[in-house]
Nanobody
Framework: HVQLVESGGGYVQAGGSLRLSCAAS????????TAWFRQVTGKEREGVAAIYRNSGLPYYPMNKKGRFTISHDNAKNTVYLQMDSLKAEDTAMYYCAAGFVRLDLLGDYEYENWGQGTQVTVS
């Protein structure tokens, strides 16, 4: 089992930036990918970015390229999500997820470990 703790959320004006952090602990040998998802109450969870633990290779859905950047520091067991040029529609609860992904990097069904989330509000 892997424990994930997100931080870095908060309030920001449109056009601003935030950096989210996801600190992992536990059985990290069971993890090959860490991802960020977001969810607005009443809507489906949406994959934002993913990163391979060993290579650091990132993956983004087409509509997130350019504004969001995922990175990691394996020495700190931490994954980051840099979010720039934020828009009101980026307002959501952001979750970190980790697991051994076989097929769909942004399929939430692939991930068995989830954090509690950190709220991002863009006004």
């Amino acid at each position: 089992h892997v424990q994930l703790v997100e931080s870095g959320g908060g309030y920001v004006q449109a056009g601003g930036s935030l950096r989210l952090s996801c600190a992992a602990s536990g059985d990290l040998n069971s993890v090959n990918v860490t991802a960020w998802f977001r969810q607005v109450t009443g809507k489906e969870r949406e994959g934002v970015a993913a990163i391979y633990r060993n290579s650091g290779l990132p993956y983004y859905p087409m509509n997130k390229k350019g504004r969001f950047t995922i990175s990691h520091d394996n020495a700190k067991n931490t994954v980051y999500l840099q979010m720039d040029s934020l828009k009101a529609e980026d307002t959501a609860m952001y979750y970190c997820a980790a697991g051994f992904v076989r097929l769909d990097l942004l399929g939430d069904y692939e991930y068995e470990n989830w954090g509690q989330g950190t709220q991002v509000t863009v006004s």
